[in-house]
Antibody, heavy 122, light 107 residues
């Protein structure tokens, strides 16, 4: 069974950096595409970034492009999200999620971690 | 970007009654639509993909329908554990986008 456990959240000042981690139970041989989805307090869900299996190609929401970097370490079974130049509007619970993919695209999120809270405030 | 609009924002339903939730896409997403359930303090859970296919372990009282721009999630007889927020999500185009959610509360 796929299990996902996020860590690394906390309080950071505007302009600061933070790296989130997601430990997974099954990530062998680039098996799954993995994503980050966030949820601001009391708000809805927003897809942030995805990294594919195999080639490790990445994609980002416009709201984080150029500031966030997604990566994975298959030897450590871990997904990362490096967040730089953080803004107050980045405050959210960040979920790690596995994406269900076909041969042509990665579509929806079929497994989720419990989330880690990032607060950007001075 | 495809905008997903859910209605109503809040739905008050008595246990045992039927709940009907709507989701509208700003452009045609075919059947590339998923539904999720989220309870307070918990991560979302996948309910339905392909507009109408229940995920593993999801009870038959949950059903999805629609295609194109109009979609519906129906809960045939609400149980106490079904009171939650429900989100739709399109996966026809990038970025993948969610609706703002419908809260199903006890009447």
């Amino acid at each position: 069974e796929v299990q996902l456990l996020e860590s690394g959240g906390g309080l950071v000042q505007p302009g600061g950096s933070l790296r989130l981690s997601c430990a997974t139970s099954e990530i062998t041989s680039n098996k799954y595409a993995l994503a980050w989805v966030r949820q601001a307090p009391g708000k809805g869900l927003e897809w942030v970034s995805v990294i594919s299996s195999g080639t490790g190609s990445t994609n980002y929401a416009d709201s984080v492009k150029g500031r966030f970097t997604i990566s994975r370490d298959n030897s450590e079974n871990t997904l990362y999200l490096q967040m730089n130049s953080l803004r107050a509007e980045d405050t959210a619970v960040y979920y790690c999620a596995k994406m269900f993919c076909t041969d042509t695209s990665c579509n929806f999120f079929d497994y989720w971690g419990q989330g880690t809270l990032v607060t950007v405030s001075s | 970007e495809i905008v997903m609009t859910q209605s109503p924002a809040t739905l008050s339903v008595s246990p045992g009654e039927r709940a009907t939730l709507s989701c509208r896409a700003s452009q045609n997403v075919k059947s590339n639509l998923a539904w999720y359930q989220q309870k307070p303090g918990q991560a979302p859970r996948l309910l339905i993909s392909g507009a109408s296919t229940r995920a593993t372990g999801i009870p038959a009282r949950f059903s999805g329908s629609g295609s194109g721009t109009e979609f519906t999630l129906t809960i045939s007889s609400l149980q106490s554990e079904d009171f939650a927020v429900y989100y739709c999500q399109q996966y026809d185009n990038w970025p993948r986008t969610f609706g703002q959610g419908t809260k199903v509360e006890i009447k």
